[in-house]
């Protein structure tokens, strides 16, 4: 029987989407690792973007997956075998996605346990030698710090200050002071003018973040009362960040 042209385009297009499915799932799964996924990890996801022309030209449905997989069942694993072994995957594409996992993992400037382990355990299942995570381990050790329990007794204080504070602005009925901010007054918050082009933008988003990053200034022996300053700029850049992307379709 002779396959028509539409039956080879549809095979095709599954095979796309299939493709994408497991690269975003696997970047969402290394995000969530931790249990939560910030700012910095879905910054360093959209690095995709760059290395997969295929994502690039596909960002709305690459977002939505990226979402959803956050939630998914399918374990980080089995999405790196599939991707590597059924769906077209390249050992360039593999390695572009072991890159991408070290970029999401590193991006606060720490290297949890739950991600080192993922880290070393994937390369089988992306057809890497198993040696290249001691190899990216080194390559990459001046732009992180291993994770320690110090560092988790902090983040359990900011959170427990976090909640006290949302408890106290509930007791007051007052409301989170988090307005949204106006395009311009975005522009202005990030350092940047309205008339740069996408990449500027990216550049001073990402100055702007790692300035008041609570985790960087955390562990740069920062106050308490600092950080949570920190915390709720963060929280307006991000807004602003939000604002910017969303006026500009990026």
Not at 58 to 72: I, L, T
Not at 199 to 223: E, F, N
Request: proline share 4%.
């Amino acid at each position: 029987m002779r396959t028509s042209g539409d039956d080879i385009k549809k095979r095709l297009k599954q095979r796309e989407d299939m493709f994408l499915r497991r690269l975003f799932g696997m970047l969402a799964k290394m995000a969530k690792a931790d249990g939560k996924v910030d700012a910095w990890e879905t910054h360093a996801a959209e690095g995709a973007f760059d290395r997969f022309p295929r994502a690039a030209a596909r960002r709305k449905f690459c977002v939505r997956v990226f979402n959803e997989s956050k939630k998914s069942r399918i374990s980080l694993y089995r999405q790196a075998w599939e991707f590597s072994n059924k769906w077209g995957a390249s050992p360039s594409d593999c390695l572009a996605v072991y890159e991408l996992l070290w970029d999401i993992a590193c991006s606060t400037g720490f290297l949890k346990p739950v991600h080192k382990s993922n880290l070393s355990g994937i390369c089988k299942y992306l057809n890497l030698p198993e040696a290249y995570f001691n190899i990216y381990f080194r390559k990459r050790s001046g732009t992180f710090r291993e994770w320690s329990y110090s560092d988790q007794a902090a983040e359990e204080e900011a959170q427990r200050a976090k909640r006290n504070q949302t408890h106290e602005r509930k007791k007051t009925n007052k409301p989170p002071p988090r307005p949204k901010s106006s395009l311009q007054a975005a522009y202005e918050l990030i350092g940047c003018s309205s008339d740069a082009d996408n990449a500027a933008v990216r550049r001073a988003y990402r100055l702007a973040a790692k300035k008041c990053h609570p985790d960087i200034l955390r562990a740069s022996g920062a106050s308490e009362g600092r950080v949570a300053a920190a915390t709720e700029q963060m929280a307006r850049i991000n807004d602003a960040w939000d604002t910017i992307r969303k006026a500009r379709g990026m």
